[in-house]
């Protein structure tokens, strides 16, 4: 399995590389491993869906 880091996700996907840093963290990625200090994210893992709240919307509004 191929594998790219997490300054590659973040170009690849449009959003910071701290942001990627962070869906590692949480285990949104699936099949990410930690080798050291980096990331290792699977090349043909999608971009996890945004769960923050938008503007104007509440979790009432569903």
């Not at 996907?13 to 080798?35: A, H």
Request: charged share 35%; glycine share 4%; net charge positive.
């Amino acid at each position: 399995m191929d594998y790219i880091s997490a300054p590659e996700a973040a170009v690849k996907w449009g959003i910071s590389e701290r942001r990627v840093q962070k869906l590692c963290e949480e285990n949104r990625i699936p099949g990410v491993m930690r080798f050291s200090r980096m990331w290792l994210i699977p090349k043909d893992a999608e971009k996890p869906t945004d769960r923050r709240y938008t503007k104007g919307r509440s979790v009432c509004d569903e």
